[in-house]
């Protein structure tokens, strides 16, 4: 049964160090709270997955959580690098980081391969790409059926996958609305997935083609309005351009880094996400 705990509590119940933990979101319901959460746990060695590593695996990088990075891109959306990620490849700093790459295809096809249960996903891909000659954990196998050639990746089953929505019901029930990633499959290709919400509600009210995560897949909901800042959340608020602007000139330097983790993070807790979009309600 799913259950509706503080953010805190729920962290600390389901995820440990050395887990392989999934954050997902595609430009639009980000799960920041969530990984701030975890940074202020204390568990380490993580292995990361994410379609689109930006500012908050950047900040779980540089706080020296991570142990491997599983993506499909990595960059400051509309801005540029990901410095602490680069810091961490190029010079080990704060530790070495270990990092498969692939593409969004694949990725894609890796969850809802670990969605059905299935132990790897095959695309047509990678053809005249360089990623397969980089990363041994893209292969080539032959079609029984047609004799075609094509690709294979393994399925992506991480121990907990953690998505912000806009609405839980009280039976446990999430909406997701706008775009739309992967939170779906990584849900369901999770032991556990974890939710945070901005608000809970009687009904959730949704149209039939609307994403909607039953509770059966759902280990434990967390109300944390504005939990997806600075990226944004249909119907609720905006995306926070100048804090995507700020992040690039904050993670160009360690000093300045870990000076702003210690004051925006560590010293924080889960209700300073609904300050700080306040002014970004629409």
Known sequence: MTKFQPLSTAINENLESGSFVAFEGFTHLIPYAAAHETIRSGVKDLTLARMTPDVIYDQMIGMGIVKKLIFSYAGNPGVGLLRRLRDAVENDWPKPLEIE?????????????????????????????DLINVNPRIKTIECPFSGEYLAAVPALKPDVSIIHAQKADINGNVLVEGIIGVQKQAALAADKALVTVEEVVLDLGSHPNACVIPSWAISSISVVPGGAHPSYAQGYYERDNSTYLEWDKISSDRNAFSEWMQTNVLDQSPEIFAERVKHLRE
Do not use: F
Request: glycine share 10%; hydrophobic share 40%.
């Open 101 to 129: 790459e692939h593409s969004h295809a694949a990725m894609a096809n890796s969850y809802e391969a670990g969605a059905s249960n299935l132990p790897m996903a095959i695309l047509r891909g990678y053809q005249g790409a």
